[in-house]
């Protein structure tokens, strides 16, 4: 029997696997493979086809025929309703939010890394770790743009179009209700909840200054920035990564007067508590590229620690390396990562630990690999659940060389 019209526009498509972004992949009757929002590994889903290519296709389930057991109301029904972008996994329990961003971990690590990358991190993977809070947001940071009528709203999927929000489940409850809030249209609002309560909703550039503590060990640090500073935007995130880079330093030996090199290193949440594991008789180069932060970080820091601003690229770290003995690099990039040419820089220098964070596992595999044909042991690689809902993964990692 031919296939009706319906299935020919809206085909059945069987989840078969994971990909970047939050979206899923399967195939549809010809063998083409489509990769589909809105579902998870294990469903099958009816999909409208948004684009079709030559080798692959993109499509939208719209009816969930066989559902995943980690399939869930959606955190955020106005997200779904609208397609507003930000909460691509807000349909699964958090269980199968972690089960998907270990399964993209996993599969980006061999395929971005390639082979001795993940067998080294197949055998030294930890578990993803979870702040996560049922029922509670943990966002300290949202940026919307207010509409026509002046109400805060954020981006459809892939649009320019602006849905006024009236709430925003993921963000910590202090910002969450959006519902009294009015602005001039078009105008960006930074919205900032720090850690000791203060809130603050202003324009872009309207910087406010904010302080920000963070328990590192026995210590509460504080920080001195701006609401348009970047800042760890999950509730739990500086605490859980400032004492995993502190920790990760003290594994590979005792810290105590050693140097260490930290790279785009923003107003110093890792400085400030690295400058304590050392000591003042150890030395410690930060870098950001960010100038105001660099004025933050200045302040955030003990006077001995060497705060520079300065574009981070290969030349600039080639000219870093030689300026001493470096036995320790911590690495918090961007998305795109520290790149494979600073990797290879930073590596012939020949540090004994190298600790890296990052927020994109392609990044991440792509500069590990550099360290390990430079003779690098992965130690362990360990993910941080840092942007539930969202595809978004945090991942730390630690090499070393003997
Ligand atoms: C992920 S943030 C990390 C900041 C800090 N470690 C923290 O956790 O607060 C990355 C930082 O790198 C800086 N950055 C990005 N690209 C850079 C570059 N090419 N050179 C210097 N800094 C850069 C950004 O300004 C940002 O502060």
Redesign the pocket.
């Known amino acids: 029997m031919k296939p009706g019209r319906k299935e020919l526009m809206n085909p059945l498509v069987e989840i078969t696997g994971v990909a970047h972004g939050g979206t899923c992949v399967g195939r549809v009757e010809s063998g083409k493979v489509v990769f589909v929002r809105h579902t998870a590994p294990g469903e099958t889903v009816r999909v409208r086809i948004t684009e079709e290519l030559a080798t692959r296709a993109f499509a939208d389930a719209i009816e969930v025929v066989e559902p995943s057991p980690h399939r869930t109301e959606h955190v955020w029904p106005a997200a779904q309703r609208h397609d507003i972008g930000g909460a691509e996994l807000g349909h699964l329990s958090i269980e199968g939010q972690h089960e998907f961003k270990e399964a993209v971990l996993t599969h980006t690590l061999r395929r971005i890394g390639g082979a001795d990358v993940a067998e080294a991190a197949t055998e030294v993977r930890r578990p993803i770790r979870s702040a996560y809070r049922p029922g509670e947001g943990s966002r300290t940071r949202l940026r919307t743009i207010t509409d026509d009528t002046g109400r805060p709203a954020m981006r459809k999927f892939h649009s320019n179009e602006l849905v006024a929000i009236d709430d925003m489940p993921l963000a910590v409850p202090e910002l969450a209700d959006l519902r009294d809030m009015m602005a001039p249209g078009g105008t960006e609002l930074r919205h900032v909840a720090t850690s000791r309560g203060d809130v603050h909703v202003c324009p872009a550039g309207a910087e406010q200054r904010i302080t920000e503590e963070v328990r590192v060990g026995d210590r509460t640090y504080s920080y001195r920035l701006t609401t348009d500073r970047?800042?760890?935007a999950h509730r739990a995130a500086p605490t859980l990564?400032a004492n995993q880079v502190v920790d990760a330093l003290g594994e590979v030996g005792d810290p105590t007067g050693i140097n260490v090199l930290e790279l785009?290193?923003?107003?110093g949440?890792?400085s400030a508590p690295i400058a304590d594991a050392i000591g003042s008789r150890g030395a410690l180069i930060t870098?950001?590229?960010?100038k105001a932060?660099v004025a933050d970080a200045k302040r955030n820091v003990p006077r001995w620690v060497e705060v520079r601003a300065?574009?981070?690229?290969p030349r600039s770290v080639s000219a870093l390396v030689v300026e001493r003995p470096i036995d320790a690099v911590v690495l918090?990039?961007?998305r795109s990562g520290a790149g494979a040419k600073v990797c290879r820089i930073l590596a012939e220098a020949e540090p004994t630990a190298v600790v890296m964070?990052s927020?994109d596992p392609a990044a991440l595999a792509r500069d590990i690999a550099v360290f390990m044909r430079h003779g690098y042991r992965l130690e362990w690689v360990e993910p941080f659940d840092l942007f539930e809902h969202t595809h978004h993964l945090e991942t730390t990692a630690l090499l070393t060389l003997n």
Do not use: K, R, T, Y
Not at 264 to 267: D, K, M
Not at 287 to 290: A, P, Q, R, W
């Open positions: 970047f800042w760890q990564l785009f290193s923003g107003v949440l890792f870098v950001e590229g960010d932060a300065a574009s981070i690229d918090d990039p961007p964070i927020c």
